[in-house]
């Protein structure tokens, strides 16, 4: 199992440390190192910003929300980083949720969510793979444009710029059953939000089918601490404003993972009291055994036990949110 730093998105403004731990982690051996994007800081320009200060530590976005461009503009954001950063670029894509793609980027969500994702992956395949002109009448997705409100004189087009590789990994955040199956089938890689060693049966029929390679790289918080219950406050902060305000009472992809991860009353709950503007009291009903069994806090004694049931299962590549140096450094040493 690989080891990644996850450094998520900027809150106010820059991470200051976030380049001090991208440098730490590729000296402690770490594989990769992934960037985030909300309604903020958007992925690929920290992930230039860390190409730039590293050498060999591979950069993924966990992830790039499509909505935010056309899949040929991701493709170009890929692409122009693998060239510059001497081939270590691993593109993780997220359709995100309606709350987001509707209030923030002003579009539609797709009534086939699962329709777009495929229509977009297609055409950054195409586009890596420079075979031919980019072409596909998909439901959301035209290549050439044949719109009605469009001047017809769309032209057909491959890049200009030659990928330097066309097996560029692609990854998608997918949480429902069939969006997972889905991600089997047409990535090279799943970037699960919620991952607990200890429910992976909640995902055995979507993983039946694993092709050879398939990475399965789920987030986790860690934190070298004495008191677990204190390391534990920023893993519940996380998922009472995940589970609680991104997305909307009906909609919430979050708190339905939640649900089917055995804490359907309590995703209920936290969704109640956040939505009702109870924002500390949604952080404070989330149990502590779900925060618990999704990240690695504790004593080293304690983590080093529990590391051991993410090893067991079939996640390829831990990716981890750490705070601070020192615990980047004893997962080093616990994983290798």
């Known amino acids: 199992m690989r080891l990644g730093l ?75 980083l693998d060239h510059l950063s001497g081939g270590r670029m691993m593109l993780g894509l997220g359709l995100s949720g309606p709350q987001v793609v509707e209030g923030w980027y002003g579009r539609p969500f797709p009534a086939s969510p699962l329709t777009a994702t495929r229509e977009y992956v297609d055409v950054i395949r195409q586009v890596l793979r420079r075979e031919g002109p980019v072409a596909l009448d998909g439901r959301f997705h035209q290549h050439p444009y044949r719109g009605g409100d469009g001047t017809g004189t769309g032209k057909p087009l491959k890049p200009i710029t030659h990928p330097l590789r066309a097996d560029l990994p692609v990854l998608l955040g997918a949480e429902g059953p069939k969006n997972i199956a889905q991600t089997t089938r047409i990535a090279d ?11 992976t049966d909640v995902y055995r029929a979507s993983l039946s089918e694993l092709p050879d390679g398939f990475m399965i790289a789920p987030m986790a918080r860690a934190r070298v601490c004495d008191d677990v219950t204190e390391g534990l406050l920023p893993v519940k902060a996380m998922l009472g404003f995940y589970i609680g305000g991104m997305g909307h009472a009906a909609r919430n992809f979050h708190a339905d993972l939640m649900a089917r ?73 616990l994983n290798s």
Request: charged share 25%.
């Open 261 to 333: 991860m055995g804490y359907e009353e309590e995703a209920r709950r936290i969704q109640e009291l956040f939505l009702a503007g109870r924002r500390e009291e949604a952080v404070l009903a989330v149990p502590d055994a779900f925060a618990d069994e999704i990240s690695l806090i504790g004593p080293r004694e304690r983590i080093a036990e529990r590391l051991e049931l993410w090893r067991k299962g079939p996640v390829t590549d831990l990716l981890l949110t750490a705070p601070d140096p020192h615990t980047l450094r004893v997962l080093a040493e």
């Open 189 to 199: 890689g799943w970037l699960p939000l919620y991952w607990s060693p200890t429910r």
């Open 6 to 80: 996850a450094l998520g998105y900027w809150g106010r403004g820059p991470g200051p440390d976030h380049l001090a731990l991208a440098t730490e982690a590729e000296d402690l051996g770490y594989d990769s190192v992934w960037t985030a994007e909300a309604w903020g800081s958007d992925a690929f320009t920290p992930l230039t910003w860390i190409a730039a200060h590293t050498s060999r530590i591979r950069l993924g976005t966990a992830i790039a929300q499509m909505a935010a461009r056309t899949p040929t503009a991701t493709a170009m954001h890929a692409l122009t």
